[in-house]
Structure formats: structure tokens, C-alpha cells
């Protein structure tokens, strides 16, 4: 796994010779860095950075699934030949940092594009052949318009917090599960320490945050996860809090012993709904973990399975 850390150091040894040791240190970056963008699928990506879809003075930092996107520095247009002309730094995948735009492979700084506003919702991957009434994939959603009381709490939506040692806190509200995330802000002058804000996030319906998969080995909390695949502790614990018991009438995805690691799967539209037999679109397997459509390469527990091979 290459560290988003080591990238930043190589930033910083390509500019530090033309550093203004008298930036002013409360100027804003002209470029800002992106966190949890939805416009990109990190799911099933190892963490690392990767080349941007279509700006190559920007990279994609994966991290547990969830998908940043991050700015490389202004160019010193003093440098003529290293620049030429281009006002950023431009991202380099085989060296994985941010170099002068004369030895990168794209040079027209007019490839860079807007950056889009994330949407609250990630486009769909393939579609099953049947639309399910509910999209079944379980990304956090944004937060409710109307923000839910902090239950225990101590935290409030955009304070400062450290991203490098940071304690995710949870909590329900009407059978919905919310959390507190650090959302890590990397500076545009990559000689300075990142920053990072307190974000206030929801779990997609039915799902609840897992106290016992945490997001990270750095970080207390947990990833949001389907009601069914929670740890037993964790279902305890909801079903003891009556702001978390889950409304178990909801809609459920499944499949048979004989269909694991296949196109074939059912789906009801409450618990108590007869099965309604469905299948996924040709090439592409049914993964239970994330309720939806993938190719086998992208379903860890099928690999290996005869079906996929």
C-alpha cells in the first residue's frame, strides 16, 4: 500500500528549492483537496493514489473504500523549462508524486477541468436485470437536512480535529445510525501539516456503523454494514438502544446455498414477501456482502470459487 505520506515528502523535495519562505501561513490554497467525493469508486480498489479521470494536475487518494481527491501544488512559473507555462505541478503514476510538467507524460495544463460538487449519492454500478425498488449498495450517505441531536457526542460539525489521531463517534436517531468522521484536509503547500474538520455522516438505510470494523488501524469506530453482516456484540448493542432497533420489515436481498457465487439471488420485499427469483447481467456475479452485481474479480469470497476461475 503506497502512504499518501510518502507522496506529500516527494512533493515537497520537487518545490522545495522555490519555496517562499514568507507565504503567508494563513493564505488560502487556491486548490482544494476534496474528501469522500462520490464520483469515484474506490470499492474495489487497493489503498493508494491513483491517476485522476480527467485532470492530470489532480490525483485519487483510495483509502478504505472511500475515494479523495487530491490537488498537486501550484508550479513556480518562475521555473521556466520545468513549467512551461503550466500554473500545477502535474501528477506522475509510475513515480506516484507530483513533478514538474516538462518530465510528466501530460503537459497541456487545458486537461485541467472544474472539479464537480460530490454528489450525495454514487452512481449505480451494473444494474441487476431486475431494478430493485431500493438501490442496494451501502456507501455512507450525507447527513439529514434537519442535523439529529449528538446523543453522547462531545463533538460538533466543523471543529478542528487531528486526522492523524482522531476517535470516531456514533450514534442512532429514528432507527438511523450516524457518526462523526475526521475528514482530512491536505494543504496545498505540502511543507505544511494537514488539517482536518469534524464531518457529520449517515449510514445508508439499514445500515448500522460496526464497531468491530474499524475504518482504520489508527482510528476507534467502525465502518457502516448491512444489519445482517454486523457482529453479534454489535446487533446487542442496537437492539438495547431504542433509537437503533431496525425497522425489519424493510426490503432483503439473498441467496440460496446452490447460488452462492453466481448470478442468481432472490429479493423480498418485506420479511414477510414471498422471494422474487432474479439474476445479474451476463459477466457479472451476485455479491451478498454488498448487495449488488459484480464481476468475480471484484468478490473476494468468490475468487477462487469454481464459477470464477
Known sequence: MKNLAVLILAVGAVIAAPFDEDLDESAVPRRPNFDNVKYYDC????????????DCTRFITCSNGRASDMACPDCDVNNIKGCQGNPYLVYDVKNDTCDWPNVTPCHNSSSTTAVPIPDPSPPPTEAPT???????????????????????????????????????????VNKKSFYYRCARVEPENPLKPATGTWVLEQCAEGDFVDDAN??????????????D???????????NDKNCIPDREKCEY???????????????????????????????????????CKPCKQVDSCKDHATCI
Open 43 to 54: 470499492s474495489a480498489k487497493e489503498n493508494g493514489n491513483y491517476l485522476h479521470p480527467n
Open 229 to 239: 453482516f454486523l457482529h453479534e456484540a454489535t446487533k446487542e448493542k442496537y437492539k
Open 254 to 292: 439473498g441467496q440460496n446455498a446452490d447460488q452462492i457465487c453466481g448470478p442468481n439471488y432472490w429479493f423480498k420485499e418485506t420479511t414477510k414477501s414471498p422471494k422474487d427469483e432474479r439474476s445479474c447481467p451476463t459477466g457479472n456475479i451476485w455479491d451478498q456482502q454488498r448487495q449488488n
Open 130 to 172: 431486475h431494478p430493485p425498488t431500493e438501490t442496494p449498495t451501502h456507501p455512507p450517505t450525507e447527513a439529514s437536512t434537519d442535523p439529529p441531536a449528538p446523543g453522547d457526542c462531545k463533538y460538533a460539525e466543523g471543529d478542528p480535529c487531528n486526522p492523524n489521531d482522531c476517535d470516531q463517534c456514533d450514534y442512532c
Open 214 to 227: 474499524p475504518l482504520a488501524a489508527k482510528l476507534t469506530g467502525g465502518q457502516c454494514t448491512p444489519w
